[in-house]
């Protein structure tokens, strides 16, 4: 995911936010001499619709155009979360605590690159979570991804999604 201080990530939050939606977060998938792809998710407490992606999608392209970020040819694709939303900006690390979380870290912190555990909460840049019997304190620009555990709930149970 790009940072959340990267110039595209800032673009984009400056179209998707002021049409009332939540910038969840940017990638950009180079594909060599072919072009590339620039996803960005978003989501809405209600949730996200077809229209919705196409209503950002038609915006942020009027704006990529103009601005041009971007060298070569690139295609743009919106889209929502999903239920392995990814966690890229501190207010997600705050708002789903709680929460079952998957980290895979740039480079190896006491031996290990990949986490999953329970997320406890974002504090002076720093994710805290209990994992294999042991609190781990990750700094946020050390995390390369982190998404959301979907839970799976036995017969009769309520699934957990994103908006519990």
């Known amino acids: 995911m790009q ?34 792809t620039l996803r960005v998710y978003i989501d809405h407490e209600r949730g996200i619709t077809v229209d919705d992606c196409t209503a950002v999608s038609h915006q942020l392209s009027g ?23 990814p966690l890229v900006f501190p207010e997600h690390f705050q708002r789903f605590a709680g929460r079952r979380v998957r980290i895979r870290l740039a480079e190896k912190l006491d031996g290990r690159r ?10 002076a840049g720093t994710i805290k979570l209990d994992a294999d019997d042991r ?6 620009d050390d995390v390369e991804s982190a998404r959301l555990v979907y839970e799976f709930r036995a017969s009769g149970e309520t699934a957990r999604n994103d908006d519990d």
Do not use: C, N, Q
Not at 71 to 82: F, I
């Open 3 to 36: 940072s959340a201080d990267s110039s595209i990530t800032k673009l984009a939050r400056g179209v998707v936010e002021p049409m009332g939606y939540e910038l969840v977060g940017v990638e950009f998938f180079p594909h060599g001499a072919s072009g590339a």
């Open 63 to 85: 704006v990529l155009d103009v601005e041009d970020p971007l060298p070569g040819h690139y295609d743009l694709e919106v889209s929502s979360p999903g239920i392995d939303r």
């Open 114 to 123: 990949r986490l999953e555990g329970m997320l406890l909460g974002f504090e």
């Open 135 to 140: 609190l781990w304190e990750i700094p946020l």
